[in-house]
């Protein structure tokens, strides 16, 4: 007990810090699930900005992914979060950029056959690359086939709660889809009552309905490719309607100017810019 100093400063009368946590639905969630959403979520706005290129599963090598290395890696340091397959992460990812992964870990089917016949990744290569998040499809209303994606993130989500690591539901839409605030709204709860922490969906009218009804944090898919004023625009509707953040790909790198259109993006997310300032930082760091 030799230098041993007594306890003394037991901060008599100061409350504990009770805060709620800064991500919507988090609140009664484990500490390693929520240090892998602070991660991903930046507690000062609760917001983020994901980067999707995972776009090569389903699709081989799309405009704008045909080299990652050259590509992508130069906008990383843009965004709050990658979302990409575990083969790209490991070969083409830098493990030193030191940045959250929501890890795609379904797989199955291609655009040459039918899509959503897929089954789950090992969980434990989710565990070896230190993902943040699983991002797993659920396609309601396509037939047979929405049981087993449900049932796959289902299974995620009990596999995540055994380790600690969240969720994503990615809400798929097939051409007999419609594609309106009902359908997305019930996709949406959905995956959030089967388990997900966090939601990817699409944009739409009425998409206020949507983030108010699902209960923990969504973002929104860029989906095609628009122009960049459009993109910006979609995005500062979206976090005015309630929602946390986007998961962009295809609206970042295939833009006449991805570093800037990422940056333009982020600005809108976090810093409160309107669509109108995002696209005159766009065009400012374009030239």
């Given amino acids: 007990m030799e230098g041993f100093r007594e306890a003394s400063n037991f901060g008599l009368g100061q409350a504990a810090d009770t805060a709620a946590f800064h991500v919507k639905g988090a609140s009664s969630l484990g500490w390693g699930m929520k240090d892998r959403l602070s991660r991903i979520f930046n507690p000062a706005t609760g917001r983020t900005v994901m980067l999707a290129f995972d776009h090569g599963f389903i699709m081989g090598p799309t405009s704008g992914l045909e080299r990652i290395d050259l590509n992508i890696v130069p906008l990383v340091q843009y965004a709050d979060c990658l979302m990409c397959t575990r083969g790209i992460l490991q070969t083409s990812i830098p493990a030193n950029m030191n940045k959250p992964v929501c890890l795609r870990s379904d797989a199955g089917s291609t655009i040459l056959t039918e899509l959503n016949r897929n089954v789950l990744i090992d969980i434990e290569d989710v565990i070896r690359l230190n993902a943040s ?42 051409k007999q889809m419609a594609r309106d605030a009902r359908y997305f709204a019930l996709a949406s709860r959905v995956c959030a009552e089967n388990g997900a922490s966090i939601v990817k969906t699409y944009y739409c009218e009425g998409f206020e309905k949507i983030a108010a009804s699902c209960p923990v944090p969504v973002v929104i898919a860029g989906g095609k490719k628009l122009p960049e004023k459009e993109a910006l625009e979609l995005c500062y509707n979206a976090v005015s309607d309630g929602a946390a953040g986007v998961d962009m790909g295809r609206n970042v790198f295939q833009s006449d100017a991805p570093a800037a259109m990422i940056q333009a993006v982020h600005a809108v997310v976090h810093d409160g810019l309107t669509a109108a300032q995002g696209y005159e930082m766009y065009c400012d760091l374009k030239g």
């Fill in 133 to 174: 998040a699983m991002a797993v499809m659920f396609s309601a209303g396509d037939g047979d086939q929405e049981a087993v994606t449900a049932a796959n993130l289902a299974r995620a989500a009990d596999l995540g709660n055994r380790y600690g690591i969240p969720v994503m539901g990615v809400t798929a839409v097939g």
